[in-house]
């Protein structure tokens, strides 16, 4: 049977990227500044025009569906956006079912980082594994599981939130108002934000000499590309907590392999050392040889792995595009 040829949406905090995808593969691609301030209505309009940048000379007649994947909560059961912290003013849109009346096409809504679990799965760092834990090190942390053979999602798609899992009963409060989640302490963000507060101490650190521009975790990535001790230092600090979140997926999974994805992993060969000196320090002997290794379809997981949703999507987690769709108060 030949693949099916699919629209991928990736809908982000910073940028919406839409791809045309068939196995796996990329056919063509476009991507827009997301409108935040505009709100639903100016992003759906961004899918629209983006949409039609990648579609095939064929038009729709040659699509079989659409995935969309995003950051969460959100209900894939129902297709309903729960509520973004990035994208103010989402809560209950029926996001799956707008798409679906508008294309005449099935479409498959899905957490990112569950849909960046199935991209690994299928077509990545992660294909012949039944076990495996995606986890994304970006703005936050994100993840998806896959056991037995089985894409997890959990009680309204919900399952693998895993940026919110508790490391410490104190320490930094996170973007969820919680304190001391996983996130708090190893995502880009936190990376970044260590960073900027070492730099005081630090005046001769490569980060130091970047005066009034914002640090991000890129620029401490690539000054410990250039010997930078401070650098070098933080990343070595980030690296031990994501061994410990690590260990306690290892745990509480027991997958065939941990794949990192996200911002963060382009640093991952700098990281992995003292990853895996964690992962052998605090892990169960019986789990400390679980591979751990980084996201062959870097930030495309998430795009192809929803793209790839599609055909196992056509059942009740869509729609026709038969009901009409009520916007809901934004």
């Not at 827009?32 to 064929?58: C, H, I, N, W, Y």
């Amino acid at each position: 049977m030949a693949d099916a040829r699919t629209i991928g949406i990736d809908l982000g905090g910073t940028q919406v990227r839409v791809a045309l995808v068939e196995g796996g593969r990329l056919l063509a691609r476009a991507a827009e500044p997301t409108d935040v301030a505009g709100g639903p209505r100016a992003v759906l309009s961004q899918f629209r025009r983006l949409m039609e940048k990648v579609l095939p000379p064929a038009g729709w007649s040659g699509i079989d569906g659409i995935g969309i994947c995003s950051p969460g909560p959100l209900d894939s059961e129902t297709g309903t956006i729960l509520g973004i912290p990035t994208l103010p003013g989402w809560e209950g849109l029926p996001m799956r079912d707008i798409l679906a009346q508008e294309t005449g096409r099935p479409v498959v809504l899905e957490n990112d980082g569950i849909a960046a679990a199935h991209g690994e799965w299928r077509h990545g760092a992660g294909q012949g594994l039944r076990h495996l834990v995606y986890v994304t090190v970006s703005t936050g942390i994100g993840g998806g599981v896959v056991l037995d053979g089985r894409l997890l999602h959990g009680r309204r798609g919900m399952v693998a939130h895993v940026g919110h899992l508790p490391l410490s009963l104190d320490g930094p409060r996170c973007a969820c108002g919680g304190i001391g989640c996983f996130e708090a302490f190893a995502s880009g963000t936190a990376l970044a934000r260590a960073a900027t507060l070492a730099v005081a101490s630090h005046p001769d650190s490569a980060l130091a000499r970047l005066g009034t521009e914002r640090i991000t975790a890129r620029h401490v990535v690539e000054a410990a590309r250039q010997d930078d001790a401070l650098a070098q230092s933080l990343l070595t600090e980030e690296a031990r907590y994501l061994g410990t979140g690590f260990t306690a997926l290892l745990h509480l999974y027991s997958p065939d392999a941990i794949i990192m994805g996200g911002g963060v992993s382009q640093g991952y060969d700098l990281l992995e050392p003292d990853i895996r000196r964690t992962v052998q320090e605090r892990a169960l002997p019986a789990f400390r040889e679980v591979s751990i290794l980084r996201a062959a379809l870097g930030e495309d997981s998430g795009l192809i792995g929803a793209a790839s949703l599609v055909p196992a999507g056509q059942d009740d987690r869509h729609v026709d595009g038969a009901v009409p769709v009520s916007w809901p108060a934004v």
